[in-house]
């Protein structure tokens, strides 16, 4: 499995994963792609996170939005610091009118905020037509326990 770069920038990780089919992602290789995207998220570029999303996604959230959306949850739950992955998940999605059919993937992870405060953050990964597994979504919410 390769990963490939979302960015032209060589300082740029990679976030997409490709693979034969759907059905041989390693999900360690997801981990990766998924540290990847929150660590530029963490680093306040999340347009550059949207510039290497699926275009079935892109289709659907502009760029500014999709970067405004992530300010705006990254500072009512602040930026996290460690983060340990917790589940790794595959799903066929049928499609919806705010989620495009196919195969997705997504990776949780439980991080800590400010020393003592808990969130959940999730990056999903579509299969895309091509057959390259790309960011699809990032969510981040106060962890309820």
């Not at 034969?20 to 929150?38: E, M, Y």
Request: hydrophobic letters at 40%; aromatic letters at 6%.
């Amino acid at each position: 499995m390769k990963i490939r770069p979302i960015a032209a920038c060589l300082l740029t990780l990679a976030t997409c994963c490709t693979a034969a089919s759907a059905q041989d992602v390693d999900p360690g290789a997801l981990v990766k792609a998924a540290q990847a995207t929150v660590q530029q998220i963490d680093e306040g570029r999340a347009a550059s996170v949207w510039d290497g999303m699926s275009a079935a996604v892109k289709q659907r959230v502009s760029r500014k939005d999709f970067a405004e959306a992530i300010a705006r949850s990254r500072q009512s739950l602040g930026t996290p610091g460690v983060r340990y992955w917790v589940t790794v998940s595959r799903q066929q999605a049928a499609g919806t009118a705010s989620i495009p059919a196919g195969m997705y993937s997504s990776v949780e992870f439980e991080s800590l905020v400010g020393g003592s405060k808990t969130v959940r953050e999730l990056v999903s990964f579509r299969f895309d037509e091509d057959n390259t597994w790309r960011a699809s979504g990032y969510t981040v919410r106060s962890d309820a326990r």
